[in-house]
């Protein structure tokens, strides 16, 4: 039999109004006692006394049993989610930044104190990736956990890519429909997946990796250069986020634009939604695709969890309790399409194996490898804008770096 949730929301922004609406439409044994929210002068569409400024009279109370953390601020949402599992509330969060920086301290948290943290919402919107990476995957062999994972940025390439509109105008409409901030490096600047992909590769693989030690490349450089040239060659440039399992030991992560053929799941992944594929071993390939933006998806994600607590569910991290010995590498190279201006990008680089090379006054690239560890430590490089860089596909790893690889798994499309 279910338990009664007596619950305190933290945010009645976009997602919080969607929760909102989704949970007054439905019998679900919850009760909402108080909103905290940051503006107490802003017209709410509930009564005044559903509201506080002063996070304490959530956190104290000890009639809520739940938090349901829905705010922007990472830092204070950190706090929040420490204070509620420390003192015996469960929580459900959907700020991706916050459990990505502090996921591993928050499970120590959760068991110290029998607390559940749930954080479905904070990663692909309405696909429900961790719960299956936690129940369906929990005992499979994972290859690789790929995908887009951000609707602003697929937004803004499904416009380019299919109606022809610039990047600036479909970077405003994404702004006007509510899909991308007023300032929008976190969705294509390529952060915003980044932090999604650390919290899937911590349920993928049991390992913890500080999104900070991830490369994160966006499309915020893409120009017309760049997408003529990708049509020329039938594909589309999505924002991929890939973590790879490339040895017994060894894990890749990264962010990328990658050239994405017709024959893949998510070239046909558009506007707001999101696509997700899993390759393991004995599932073999599946894919999940749903909205990864707006109010009502991810409310329908959070009210997921929440209805999960009602039967006192916590995520078991078993891939991470099981101490596989993983480690995260940088030691694999990426050929890639670089468009770049100047001769010593090349350099700083160390492009390599160059296939293919055009260069006029105005536009110059080259198809090349480059090691992700490069990438990583010429990052600041990257994000200048005469530089875009995009995956073409292939991944080679080292044979110098991997144990016991076969020669058909050193180049893996």
């Not at 959530?58 to 599992?85: F, G, P, Q």
């Not at 600036?168 to 952060?191: M, R, S």
């Not at 890749?252 to 046909?268: E, G, Q, T």
């Not at 010593?344 to 490898?369: H, M, P």
């Amino acid at each position: 039999m279910s338990k009664k949730l007596k619950i305190g929301i933290f945010g009645f922004g976009v997602v919080g109004q969607g929760l909102y609406d989704i949970i007054k439409s439905q019998d679900l044994n919850l009760e909402i006692v108080k909103f905290a929210i940051k503006n107490k002068d802003k017209k709410r569409s509930l009564p005044a006394e559903l509201f506080t400024t002063d996070h304490d009279e959530l956190l104290d109370n000890t009639e809520i049993n739940t938090i349901v953390e829905l705010i922007d601020d990472a830092d204070a949402a950190y706090k929040i989610a420490k204070k509620a599992l420390s003192t015996g509330k469960n929580v459900v969060s959907a700020n991706k930044k916050m459990i990505a920086a502090h996921l591993e301290e928050l499970v120590s948290l959760q068991q110290q104190y029998g607390t559940s943290l749930l954080y479905e919402g904070a990663v692909c919107g309405s696909i429900p990736i961790i719960r299956n990476l936690e129940e369906y995957y929990d005992n499979e062999l994972l290859h690789a956990i790929t995908g887009i994972f951000n609707g602003s940025s697929n937004y803004i390439l499904s416009k380019i890519f299919n109606e022809g509109i610039a990047y600036d105008i479909a970077l405003k409409h994404a702004q006007e429909l509510g899909f991308a901030e007023t300032n929008p490096i976190l969705d294509v600047g390529g952060y915003d997946p980044k932090f999604k992909l650390t919290i899937a590769t911590a349920h993928a693989y049991g390992l913890f990796i500080k999104p900070e030690k991830i490369l994160n490349v966006g499309i915020q450089n893409l120009k017309n250069e760049d997408i003529q040239y990708a049509k020329e060659k039938n594909v589309k440039i999505k924002l991929v986020p890939t973590a790879r399992k490339i040895s017994s030991k060894q894990i890749i992560a990264f962010v990328l634009p990658k050239f994405v053929k017709s024959d893949d799941f998510l070239y046909n992944v558009e506007n707001e939604y999101n696509g997700v594929t899993v390759q393991a071993a004995f599932a073999d390939k599946q894919f999940f695709f749903g909205k990864g933006a707006g109010g009502h998806p991810t409310g329908a994600a959070v009210l997921s969890d929440i209805a999960a607590l009602r039967y006192d569910y916590k995520y078991e991290y078993k891939k991470y309790h099981q101490k596989s010995g993983l480690i995260y590498t940088d030691k694999v190279s990426l050929e890639v399409y670089l468009r770049y201006e100047h001769e010593y990008t090349l350099e700083k680089l160390k492009i390599t194996d160059i296939s293919e090379r055009f260069a006029r006054n105005d536009y110059k690239y080259v198809i090349g490898t480059v090691t992700l560890k490069s990438l990583l430590e010429n990052n600041e490089l990257l994000q200048t804008k005469d530089v875009f860089i995009a995956q073409t596909g292939k991944i080679i790893y080292s044979t110098q770096s991997i144990e016991a690889i076969t020669q058909e798994e050193l180049l893996v499309n």
